[in-house]
């Protein structure tokens, strides 16, 4: 696949500031989009109406008109619909003329008249683009390409148009016009050296590359009206086969997606190669990959990339060399991404919750949120929880809100919309073992856990729209009541924080439970009470009783060697814990003045103590989460108002919001935020 050749005709920043990622991806929907803000994912654009037919392998916004296009498997093959910031509209008709195999990647002109695809037998169709959909498909080239059509891209000024391919000379170009296809230009003098799989123009249409399947792995030719002599290869590799190449809206830079890890390679461009930049700090993590894609968005300040393993697309902050990685989607692709394609166009309005969870009727709390705070709270659920809320989430997608409580069902799942509670879903036909405590999602939802307080103190059900039948307990259970529990950002693992010695247990999980991961060599000192991962799932940490009252360890499928402790500690019991979306800092809930504590996290561990609250929680702190944009974090305490929440930002806690109208009933134990788009 190539990377969305999207560049504004004006050089206004706001105009080419990104506000949606888009991905192609293998299982349904087949199409994700993303909105995208300064921090990163935002979330997730309604799937359109009509979806795609199968498996989508590029996808690409019209860069003059509000579209987006996807190459798919099974007829029509292209699919394209009305792009706008409220998301999909209503698909075109499909074009008269059919590809007559699965289309691979597909590219709009500079000037949005033109749409074009890569396919087999012919390997490349293009057709007339206007308001009304799909024109009268072109002829095909005099000259057709030799093999299966991979990767297809115009030229900045689109007065050609470049298709790589299986087969020898694996790139042919041709000029274009208005009037279809010119003659093909002759090849180049130094072919690539196997199947192309992506071609990219510079934006000053000077050069073109062309990832291919044989080392080198890519090869780039000036190009005038015809190639030029193939630049050098540069010094270090591509690290495998290449599947996308990807130029920087200034041109400085040329990144290839390519098959093995670091699965990501990128070069400074200046008429040749230069020394490869250091790979990120965080790589995209699995194991060799058949296709994909990268992308810079509009601005040149990102670059995304598809991954192997969950949630299959990292983006990076760009400046001369790799930033930091953002935060993962809080809803994951369900399966392997092939396509990227950053847009302009997409700034969502969102909608955001708060959630608590509370010792006295009705046991949930949930609130709108915004950016003056809190909103009325919402209406009771009308089948209402039978105990205590013990801990409290919202699906990835915030479809659905799940409250662990005491009192059997121990565990109640409701819709959840902007509207409010929906009807309670059927308990699960398995109930956990006793009062339930934390409850989380799978970062794609369909899994539901929760610890309790007795045997098997960890339940996990798949979830879709209700639950599904208890996945096994795993073979090595918890050694005590079990209070925290969390999956891993890739879904990877679930670890479960727990009463007795190792007070901390972690399983691999994939639709059940692996073999238990050995314990850390250096144990929480007590009881473990919450249980948090980072967001680039590298590490681990523990809330708990005793001195230090946390722990942080380095994970990588198991624990590596306990990071120091903070500088401050916690001044008591930690009872729950949680990392900014960013990974830059975690927060703990603790049980003694100031009741919550937050330091600055980084590789080489914790940070100075950020400054306490100038209005502190009022009593102990049982809960602690940030909201989605990381701009915000709430504590859920023991006393009256029961729920704080402060703004946050890099220097720390701004001045506490106004207590909601109606406070929660009693002790708040739990806190969550949820956000999705409305628009």
């Not at 409220?86 to 059919?98: E, V």
């Not at 058949?290 to 192997?308: Q, R």
């Not at 238990?516 to 590298?538: E, I, Q, R, W």
Request: net charge neutral; proline share 10%; hydrophobic share 40%.
């Amino acid at each position: 696949m190539i990377a969305d050749k999207l560049r504004a005709a004006t050089s206004s920043v706001s105009e080419l500031k990104p506000k949606a990622l888009a991905a192609a991806h293998n299982q349904t929907p087949y199409i994700t989009v993303y909105s995208w803000g300064d921090s990163g994912f935002r979330g997730t654009f309604t799937k359109p109406a009509t979806l795609p037919t199968g498996l989508a392998q590029d996808v690409k916004f019209n860069p003059t008109a509000g579209v987006i296009g996807i190459a798919h498997r099974n007829s029509p093959y292209v699919s394209v619909y009305p792009w706008s910031s409220t998301g999909f509209g209503t698909k075109y008709a499909n074009p008269a003329t059919l590809p007559s195999d699965h289309c691979r990647s597909i590219a709009f002109s500079p000037n949005g008249a033109t749409i074009a695809v890569s396919s087999s037998n012919p390997s490349i169709l293009v057709y007339p683009w206007t308001s009304a959909g799909f024109g009268t498909k072109y002829a095909n080239p005099a000259t057709l390409p030799t093999g299966t059509g991979t990767g297809v891209v115009f030229s900045p000024d689109g007065a050609t148009i470049a298709l790589s391919h299986l087969n020898l000379p694996c790139i042919s170009v041709y000029p274009w016009s208005s009037t279809g296809f010119g003659t093909k230009y002759a090849n180049p003098a130094t072919l690539p050296t196997d199947n192309g799989s992506g071609v990219s123009f510079s934006p000053d249409g000077a050069t073109i590359a062309v990832a291919h399947t044989v080392s080198p792995y890519i090869s780039a030719y000036p190009f005038s009206a015809g190639f030029g002599t193939k630049y050098a290869n540069p010094a270090t590799l591509p690290t495998g086969e290449a599947f996308a190449v990807d130029f920087s809206p200034d041109g400085a830079t040329l990144a290839v997606m390519q098959a093995n890890s670091p699965f990501i390679s990128a070069y400074p461009w200046s008429a040749g190669f230069g020394t490869k930049y250091a790979n990120p700090a965080i790589i995209p993590s699995g194991t060799g990959v058949t296709e994909g894609d990268i992308a810079f968005s509009p601005d040149g300040k990102n670059i995304a990339v598809t991954s192997p393993n969950s949630p299959f697309v990292h983006v990076y902050a760009w400046s001369a060399g790799f930033g930091t990685k953002y935060p993962d989607p809080l809803v994951a692709l369900p399966n392997r991404c092939y396509g990227l394609a950053w847009s302009n166009v997409g700034n969502a309005v969102y909608k955001q919750y708060v959630a608590v969870a509370h010792a006295s009727t009705p046991f949930i709390s949930v609130y709108p949120w915004g950016g003056a705070g809190f909103g009325d709270k919402y209406n009771n659920p009308a089948t209402g929880l039978t105990g205590e809320g013990k801990g409290v989430t919202f699906s990835p997608d915030v479809a659905t809100i799940v409250i662990g409580h005491t009192n059997t069902p121990f565990i109640s799942a409701y819709p959840w919309s902007d509207a409010g509670f929906g009807t309670k879903y059927a308990n699960p036909a398995t109930l956990p073992g006793g009062n339930g405590d934390t409850v989380t999602f799978s970062p794609d939802g369909a899994s539901v856990a929760i610890s309790c307080i007795t045997a098997p103190f960890v339940a996990v059900y798949p979830w879709s729209a209700g639950f599904g039948t208890k996945y096994a307990n795993p073979a090595t259970l918890p050694t005590g009541l079990a209070t925290g529990v969390a999956f891993s950002p890739s879904g990877a693992d679930i670890a479960v924080a727990h009463a007795a010695t190792p007070f901390i247990s972690v399983y691999p999980w994939n639709a059940g439970f692996g073999t238990k991961y050995a314990n850390p060599a250096t144990l929480p000192t007590g009881t473990g009470a919450g249980v948090a991962f980072s967001p680039s799932g590298a590490d681990i940490v523990v809330s708990h009783a005793i001195t230090p009252f946390i722990s942080a360890y380095p994970w990588s499928a198991g624990f590596g060697t306990k990071y120091a402790d903070p500088a401050t500690l916690p001044t008591g019991n930690g009872n729950s814990v949680a990392f900014n979306p960013l990974g830059t800092a975690i927060a703990i809930a603790h049980n003694t003045s100031p009741f919550v504590s937050v330091y600055p996290w980084s590789a080489s561990g914790f940070g100075a103590k950020y400054a306490n609250p100038a209005t502190l929680p009022a009593t102990q702190g049982n809960g602690v989460a940030f909201n989605a944009a990381g701009t915000t974090i709430g504590v859920a305490m023991q006393g009256t108002p029961f729920i704080s929440v402060y703004p946050w930002g890099d220097s720390g806690f701004g001045v506490k919001y106004a207590n909601p109208s109606q406070i929660p009933s009693s002790v708040g134990n739990a806190v969550a935020f949820g956000q999705v788009i409305t628009n």
